[in-house]
């Protein structure tokens, strides 16, 4: 894109609800990261306060970030510099420093996006609510005029390395000092986690843990030259899966490209669902809070969860929240009720700890924690979490989606069963035998199914059923 007078700057293909993700030299350029740095200090109200800006190892990062970073110091604000973090990292420093931030990462997108997750002050989030689009909107208009107009004080640009305050930080959360000795295959899918973990987990920084640590793609490598980085397909997850059993480990760990979310694989190779890791740190944080003195420390979890999570949380004498899928309607509820932890299906967990942000490390120390304190394996310690069978997320790609649900809900129509709506419709057999949830996707033609019942016969009969109405 240029700046002649005939091109009109359209971001809505790359400004999502969330944040900004766009195809490289297309839908995101140089040219409008600068604006977008621009627009970022003057909606908040920047000029003259420190902004954060850091990027993953995706080739486009090192320049977007120079560009980020001309366009908010041009505006008045003093940039540090963060270069190569995770970003939970940036949610860290956000919160550490009390300053705003912006790191680009497509997560686990391919390697030709990049994008841009942006904080203000306290690791706060911004979303459509709340300032992305009046960004989208100043950006648009600086790109249009063809200037970014500068300040009579434009701000400073210096560097700042977060890692060891980071790791240090994580460490005061989790003592994992005093675990036993374990063996943890870490596949960092060539994304941050190759950073992250020899910091957090290793002696790379800070002082030994009794772990052996077995690197999977721990090269920094945005082109993802061995898998995709998004652990929630299970084909990503099969080189970390042959790993831990070819090594004989106690644990495996696959982190995003991003490193903010963390899957969990048994010492069998088999995965631990996001759910069980909700329950299992969500029973952590509880005793820890009722011990500092808290009489009821909430739990939050979205729909999508086991119906497991808030059996425990109530078991242990918490008080769950279920809210609808989504990290800024979590962090918003997290902020509103206090919780102490949150958690979702997507392996995106919460903490209060860590300014009500998601980090997938401070997750896995917890995991690893629970498992270290013991001598049972991690199979038998996960399988007090996931007591009922779950589908898993099965998408159905379909254009009238209200259409498939309503016919869903008119077989149904008669059967003892309760339906909401909080997030898509959710049908609830009211013995307790299983639940389903059928969530239209916002961005992409997909009806998305998550089942769950109480044995494999029934939750299997009840996910064909329902697919084939949906399909039908």
Known sequence: ????????????????????????????????????????????????????????????????????????????????????????????????????????????????????????????????????????????????????????????????????????????????????????????????????????????????????????????????????????????????????????????????????????????????????????VARREIARAKAAGEDVPVIIHNLLTSKAVPELIAEDGGRAVRTRVGHSFIKAVMAEEGAVFGGEHSAHFYFRDFWNADTGMLAAMHVLAALGEQDGPLSELGRQYEPYVSSGEINSEIEDKAAAIERVRADFEGEDIEIDHMDGSTFTAKDGSWWFNLRPSNTEPFLRLNAEAKDAATMGALRDRVLAIVRG
């Open 1 to 280: 894109m240029t700046s002649e007078q005939n091109t009109t700057f359209d971001l809505s293909a790359s400004f999502k609800a969330y944040d900004v993700r766009g195809i490289v030299g297309e839908t995101i350029t140089a040219e409008i990261v600068q604006a977008v740095g621009a627009a970022f200090v003057d909606t908040l109200g920047l000029a003259g306060e420190t902004v954060l800006v850091g990027g993953d190892m995706r080739p486009s990062s090192p320049e977007f970030i120079k560009a980020f970073a001309d366009g908010a110091s041009r505006r008045g604000a003093n940039v540090q510099l963060l270069d190569l973090i995770s970003t939970d990292e940036l949610y860290y420093a956000c919160g550490a420093l009390n300053a705003a931030g912006a790191t680009f990462t497509a997560s686990h997108n391919p390697a030709q996006y990049n994008g841009i997750k942006m904080a203000k002050a306290g690791a706060q989030p911004i979303s459509s609510e709340t300032g992305l689009k009046e960004i989208q909107a100043l950006a648009e208009q600086y790109l249009n005029e063809g200037t970014i107009p500068a300040v009579e004080a434009p701000g400073t640009i210096a560097v700042r390395d977060v890692l060891k305050d980071y790791s240090e930080y994580l460490r005061k959360l989790v003592d994992l000092s005093g675990s036993r000795p374990l063996k943890i295959v870490v596949d960092a899918g060539n994304g941050m986690a190759g950073l992250t973990t020899p910091a957090v987990l290793g002696d790379a920084l800070l002082p030994a843990l009794p772990f052996e640590i077995v690197p999977l793609y721990f090269e920094l490598d945005g082109s993802f030259p061995n898998h995709p980085a998004n652990p929630l397909e299970p084909e990503n997850l099969r080189d970390l899966q042959a790993a831990v059993v070819e090594h004989g480990a106690d644990i495996g760990l696959a982190f995003d490209g991003d490193a903010d979310r963390c899957f969990v694989v048994d010492e069998k190779g088999d995965p631990v669902s996001p759910s069980a890791i909700t329950g299992m």
